[in-house]
């Protein structure tokens, strides 16, 4: 097992103790070339914290997906140390033994919890991966993934004030926002960022609250549907559009809210951050990993597909079947392994080699047009120290520096595909979100660079004077 790793905090300079209270606002896939750059003028509100403070690109982690990152930096602790990997886990030997990640799979502490032994108190609303609410020193309203009609906050008594604060239009997310048209679509996110802003200052006027985190998933939702339109590295850019100034006015909708609710915390004693866990970037199609692992004879399936069709892991002929792999913005290949999976073929002895060869095999995959893509296949020791659960994926592969995602369709002619297997989509995540911080014991110190998203709880921590966890 790898040690410790040392706790880090960042480019930013900071004056332990000086805050006695910490907002922070997640913008989930907010982009740093919008916000520092291109639209800067049209947010003045952040444009304020960052004069006032820094701000810089933030680098995400691995996987840089929405579920586990936004839990990884609330903790300081990488996906090996958490036990999840993505929006789907591992809670089983065999390979279909996969659940929604939920907030019981995390293994390691987060900030609330190292705040809460020493006294200090934390409201959550929206994180993802807090479903189903959990005991805190604090309150807590879950995010993204929570069931309709189930229990959604700690205490219990917390969720008839939050359907009295939105009158009842409180939503965790828009379900099947691949599928909307992007009217609707836009209409179904304003509605939500307004319930959402509007809990949060009321929250927020509480003043029970040393930490307060919020996450709004939002932007997220309409960039997937949306960044074809403001991005001229887009395959589908075709120039300046209406859908672009839709996507301006939410950011604009979104600096507002967050200019509000900095006004009613600025005491003088109130650190603020707004921070993505990451950015986006045009999605430039996908590659079919399952096909390319059956054409290279490592997936059998008991039938043969006829057409292109998502692989169902019931199809597969798990006796004759070394590697398979789960999709998404990244890929998490898993091999069959004698004393692991319940039919397993690979030997310990032969993994090594095993791996080496896919690995090898996978970066060399050539692009639509025959030229070379910048793939990275990563095993699971060079990326995490632990491996919870034995849940960590063998090889993390983003393919094109996360330009395509990972498709799971099998019996097509290519191994490409210029759409997403789980419908529309205009954008894949990036490695670098946004870090702005401001406020009490923050140094106006201007653009930095270096920050990294495992590192916001250590900033936290240090402006609020509490003793840095061993990791």
Not at 364 to 377: C, E, V
């Amino acid at each position: 097992m790898r040690p410790p790793l040392p706790r880090n905090e960042g480019p930013l300079t900071l004056t332990r103790g000086a805050a006695d209270r910490a907002l922070v606002v997640g913008l989930d896939c907010a982009s740093p070339a919008l916000v520092f750059d291109r639209w800067r003028a049209h947010l003045p509100h952040l444009g304020a914290l960052m004069a006032r403070g820094a701000h810089g690109p933030l680098r995400s982690c691995h996987p840089p997906i929405t579920v586990p990152a936004w839990r990884i930096m609330a903790s300081g602790l990488d996906a090996g140390q958490q036990g999840v990997y993505g929006f789907t886990s591992r809670v089983g030997p065999a390979p279909d033994d996969l659940a929604l990640t939920h907030s019981g799979l995390f293994e390691a502490p987060a900030i609330w919890d190292r705040l809460g032994a020493v006294g200090l108190r934390t409201t959550l609303v929206g994180l993802p991966g807090t479903w189903p609410p959990f005991e805190l020193v604090g309150k807590l309203v879950t995010g993204p993934m929570t069931p309709e009609g189930a229990p959604f906050t700690w205490p219990a008594s917390l969720a008839a004030r939050v359907e009295a604060v939105s009158g009842g239009a409180y939503a965790f997310d828009v379900p099947g926002f691949r599928d909307l048209d992007p009217e609707a679509l836009i209409e179904r996110v304003e509605a939500m960022t307004e319930a959402r802003f509007d809990l949060i200052s009321a929250l927020a006027d509480d003043d029970d609250w040393n930490l307060l985190w919020c996450v709004e998933i939002g932007l997220d939702r309409l960039q997937h549907a949306l960044w074809h339109a403001v991005d001229p590295r887009h395959p589908r850019y075709t120039g300046p559009s209406p859908l672009a100034d839709r996507l301006r006015a939410y950011y604009e909708r979104l600096d507002a809210r967050i200019g509000d609710l900095v006004a009613r915390c600025d005491d003088g004693d109130t650190a603020f951050f707004v921070v993505s866990d990451h950015g986006a970037r045009p999605m430039e199609g996908g590659v079919l990993i399952n096909e390319w692992l059956r054409r290279q004879g490592h997936l059998r399936l008991k039938r043969e597909p006829t057409s292109p069709e998502r692989l169902a892991l019931r199809d597969v002929d798990w006796t004759r079947t070394r590697a398979w792999a789960a999709g998404g913005y990244c890929a998490r290949v898993f091999l069959n392994l004698t004393g692991r999976e319940p039919e397993g073929i690979v030997t310990p002895e032969q993994a090594p080699a095993l791996l080496a060869e896919l690995a090898a095999g996978l970066e060399a995959i050539p692009g639509p047009k025959g030229d070379p893509m910048k793939t990275r296949a990563h095993l699971a020791d060079d990326l995490y120290g632990v491996n919870r659960r034995g849940a960590a994926p063998d090889l993390t592969v983003y393919f094109d520096d996360l330009a395509r995602r990972a498709l799971e369709t099998v019996g097509a002619d290519s191994l490409h595909a210029e759409a997403n297997d789980e419908g529309f989509d205009a954008a894949n995540h990036d490695w670098e979100g946004l870090l702005i911080a401001a406020g009490a014991g923050v140094a106006a110190t201007g653009r930095v660079e270096g920050a990294a998203l495992m590192d916001v709880a250590s900033m936290l921590e240090r402006l609020l004077g509490v003793a840095e966890a061993a990791r």
